[in-house]
């Protein structure tokens, strides 16, 4: 690693943090980095950048005749994240700004390829590994411990388009309104994750449209003005001397250009997750739940589709040079729509006979053979 030019005039380790947090100046990011970072020093007695510099450099020497060495300011990450959690109570997501503000500013220093993954579950107090996932009563009961419009959109459009929370937050309100405005029941959505780079090539269901649609029409209804470059999701606090929970859409301070942060919507979730008595569920769950449920049954759709859909690599090299076109990825979601659905399997079954049969009256109408008999059976049927 090239650390030589780091101690040139004016680009101190110090020197370099404070120009990355000028640079994110305005932003939470920084504050927050910067008080994970307090905290990681203090935790472990480290006096100064300079010594915290030191440690990596000297793990990155001994490294090379003790591999295990090299990864133990790694291990300390993890240490004081866990402590974090454990002993302190801190959210999740709090603490794990710990290790996002020692790795950027080690990064920052030269050693761009240092990584820190923290274990799965590490982030979720007395969690058993990972998310859990919901089934389509249980996320029934989280929707139904919130009135917020925007919450069910932003849960339904996590479920429906397996999409990591971050991408999803990406979104404006042109990435979504051919499908809000066209009276479709699904709308095939093509995006580069943020993570991975991938290309998702996503659909979302009429569920979550619906609910995206009635959160639209509420911020117009308050007299927002929607440009294509809107963010979908918004930061929205009560305002400011309203406590009572009367009339809250009424008293909801939206911000529409603030859009929604990473934190605070991992915190929304969570909490409705943790009122439903989901605890143990985050909003990676719902990624999950796309992925785990659209691949079973009798309609099921292939694990290389879904992948795709999701924007996660192929580990098939052959299916990474398949080319899925929008209708048959649409095809193959739709026809297995019904298990992730919130709508019981049979009142999706009894939604599909009814279109059938409107087919059918329509094409005895057309030949002229519907007889008034026939047609009050047919609509006893329907109805």
Not at 196 to 215: C, H, K, M, P
Not at 246 to 251: I, L, P, R, S, T
């Amino acid at each position: 690693m090239d650390v030589d030019r780091f101690f040139e005039a004016d680009a101190t380790p110090a020197g370099k943090w404070e120009s990355w947090k000028a640079q994110s100046k305005g932003k939470s990011t920084a504050a927050l980095y910067q008080g994970g970072l307090d905290y990681f020093m203090k935790f472990y007695g480290i006096d100064s950048y300079d010594e915290l510099l030191e440690i990596q450099m000297e793990a990155s020497r001994r490294g090379a005749t003790d591999p295990l060495s090299k990864y133990i300011l790694v291990d300390m990450i993890k240490k004081c994240v866990n402590h974090r959690i454990v002993v302190d109570g801190v959210s999740g997501s709090h603490a794990k700004a710990t290790k996002s503000a020692v790795q950027k500013f080690i990064q920052l220093c030269g050693f761009e390829d240092f990584i820190v993954k923290l274990p799965r579950g590490t982030t979720k107090k007395n969690s058993k590994g990972g998310s859990e996932i919901l089934d389509p009563e249980q996320l029934n009961i989280v929707l139904g411990v919130t009135t917020e419009l925007m919450h069910k959109a932003l849960i339904l459009t996590l479920r429906d388009s397996g999409l990591r929370l971050g991408d999803v937050l990406t979104f404006d309100i042109g990435t979504v309104s051919a499908g809000l405005n066209g009276g479709v029941e699904f709308f095939y959505l093509s995006k580069l994750t943020e993570k991975t780079n991938e290309r998702a090539q996503s659909v979302i269901g009429f569920e979550a449209l619906n609910a995206l649609r009635d959160w639209v029409r509420f911020r117009v209804s308050r007299g927002e003005v929607l440009e294509e470059d809107t963010p979908l999701f918004i930061m929205a606090r009560a305002k400011k001397g309203v406590k009572s929970k009367e009339n809250y859409a009424e008293n909801l301070a939206l911000k529409t250009n603030q859009r929604l942060t990473r934190n605070s919507a991992s915190n929304i979730v969570s909490r409705l997750f943790d009122k439903a008595g989901f605890d143990a569920v985050t909003a990676h769950g719902l990624r999950k739940v796309h992925s785990t449920y659209l691949g079973i049954g009798e309609n099921r759709v292939p694990e290389p589709m879904i992948a795709r859909m999701e924007g996660r690599d192929i580990g098939d090299s052959r299916e990474a040079y398949k080319v899925y076109s929008p209708r048959i990825l649409i095809n193959a979601y739709e026809r297995n729509y019904h298990s992730i659905s919130l709508e019981k399997t049979e009142t999706k079954q009894l939604k599909d006979q009814n279109k059938m049969l409107m087919k059918i009256v329509g094409i005895l109408g057309k030949e002229g053979l519907m007889t008034p008999e026939m047609k009050a059976a047919f609509d006893g049927l329907v109805s």
